[in-house]
């Protein structure tokens, strides 16, 4: 993602200014890892926003039930 993507997701989530610049200095400085750019999000009272679609259940045809 890049850093206009990530301050659009962080906007859509309704995070102030202040926080949006901090979670952005983060990533600039350490990069883009969405579990622990989530995390961060949580402490902070916010929904996950980043690994929403890491929890899906994939299904495997060749496995018996």
Known sequence: ???????????????????QKMLLSSVKRSGF????LDRKLIGMGYAPVFTIYDDEVVVNPHKRN
């Open 33 to 36: 890892d969405a579990k622990l």
């Open 1 to 19: 993602m890049t850093l206009e993507e990530i301050a659009f997701e962080l906007e859509l989530a309704g995070l102030r200014m202040e926080e």
